[in-house]
């Protein structure tokens, strides 16, 4: 397909220049502005969405020149939001099934698992978490269930922060092979 050059072209060439002008004067500042919300990836994506949006729809010839500044920014604005509220409404799924999760775990808290299968590694997850001493259990679950800092569990337990954290610590190095295959779950469920 022939954008401009010869007789006969099917875009007038004044139009591409145009096009060509306007890309490259608003693209940098447009992918900065972006990035500031979202990744930088996200970013140049949205920011060549939004200029397919204007080619494909001719606006960049509709707008007034005075306005096109703000049309640009608004639009790649909205763009942004979209997106964080995707984001969002992922990590509300990822943080239900968590708690879902964690509150089978104190349900059950008081009797140990029983294994379907030896090698399913939530069940041996939730097996190693009702191993854990009933205190660094409870300082275990509070943290990463409940999402305290251990400043707030310190205070909760009348503990000191520094025995939080030890606790935490000796939580998470009984815990360590089990979290690993935790973590590749939660990070499945986000996507």
């Not at 007038?12 to 979202?38: G, S």
């Amino acid at each position: 397909m022939k954008l401009s050059g010869e007789k006969g072209d099917l875009i007038p060439r004044d139009e591409v220049e145009l096009f060509k002008k306007i890309y490259v004067a608003y693209t940098p500042d447009l992918v900065a502005t972006a990035a500031r919300y979202v990744g930088m990836v996200t970013a140049e994506d949205l920011v060549q969405e939004l200029f397919l949006k204007v080619w494909n729809q001719k606006l960049f010839l509709c707008v007034k020149a005075s306005e096109l500044k703000y049309f640009l920014f608004a639009s790649l604005r909205n763009a942004c939001l979209d997106v964080l509220k995707h984001e969002e409404v992922k990590q509300g799924y990822a943080e239900y099934y968590k708690k879902e999760l964690m509150m089978e775990i104190l349900s059950c808290s008081e009797q140990p698992f029983y294994y379907e299968e030896e090698n399913d590694s939530l069940n041996t997850l939730f097996g190693k978490i009702n191993q854990l001493p009933p205190k660094c259990r409870e300082i275990f679950l509070a943290s990463y269930v409940d999402g305290k800092k251990a400043s707030e569990i310190a205070k909760d337990k009348s503990i000191s922060q520094r025995t939080v954290e030890a606790q935490l610590y000796k939580a998470l190095k009984i815990l360590r092979g089990a979290l690993t295959l935790l973590i590749l779950f939660f990070s499945f469920l986000s996507k």
